[in-house]
């Protein structure tokens, strides 16, 4: 069974450039999840897709941050205009079921996203 | 708000046990996960608890005190490959995304 995969692996890019970010969920997961860690911090929610519906986006740090999941499979997250603060290590993870069930979420390696 | 509280390193040699512990404060509880990262890579799941109790994995144990509002990973037989990033983690108030604390570095030496 194939993982939860990232792609890119590293992205660096100027201030002010547009990024955009995409994660490809386990097969079947309905639940798909956008993370962030920023250098030294824990690793914070940013949002949650059942399907291709947002649940959750309460984590989204501004409306710069757009994240669609067209169809109910892969995810994208674009982030327009970047600034500096958004440097960090963005994960994806999946699930089948809610954290709240006790149900395993499998993390994406990340994408790594310089902005300076 | 929600927070989970661990130390920021740990270190141990080969073949001791050592023990994370966790705090959390946290709304509409569900349990407590565990995940381990190494070098930065994707995390990936350790253990849950939803009951108080241990909780027993191989050389991994975790446990968890609701009324304590208190878990810890334990590890037995320190390998190595056990250095990593160690990260307790809790649902939200929603019970639908996870909630980490800001990870305890384990350093295992020969």
């Known amino acids: 069974e194939a993982g939860v995969t990232q792609f890119p692996s590293h992205s660096v890019i100027e201030k002010g450039q547009t990024v955009t970010l995409r994660c490809d969920p386990i097969?079947?997961?309905?639940?798909l999840y956008w993370y962030r860690r920023v250098m030294g911090k824990e690793i914070k929610f940013l949002l949650h897709f059942v399907k291709e519906s947002k649940q959750d986006e309460s984590g989204m740090p501004n409306n710069r941050f757009l994240a669609e999941r067209t169809g109910g499979t892969y995810s994208t997250l674009k982030v327009q205009p970047a600034e500096l603060e958004d440097s960090g290590v963005y994960f994806c993870a999946s699930s089948q079921g809610l954290a709240g069930e006790s149900y395993e979420q499998y993390f994406g390696p990340g994408t790594r996203l310089t902005v300076t | 708000g929600q927070s989970l509280e661990q130390p920021s390193e740990v270190t141990a040699v080969e073949g001791a046990i050592v023990q994370i512990n966790c705090t959390y404060q946290?709304?509409?509880?569900?349990?407590l996960s565990w995940y381990q990262q190494h070098d930065g890579g994707a995390p990936t799941f350790l253990s849950y608890?939803?009951?108080?109790g241990l909780e027993e994995t191989g050389r991994f144990s975790s446990f968890l005190s609701r009324s304590d509002s208190y878990g810890y990973l334990l590890l037995q037989e320190l390998q190595m490959k056990d250095s990593a990033s160690y990260f307790c983690a809790s649902s939200n108030q929603a019970g639908t995304a996870l909630i980490f604390g800001k990870g305890t570095t384990l350093s295992v030496s020969s």
């Open positions: 946290t709304s509409g509880f569900y349990g």
């Open positions: 097969s079947g997961h309905d639940n």
């Open positions: 608890n939803a009951l108080d």
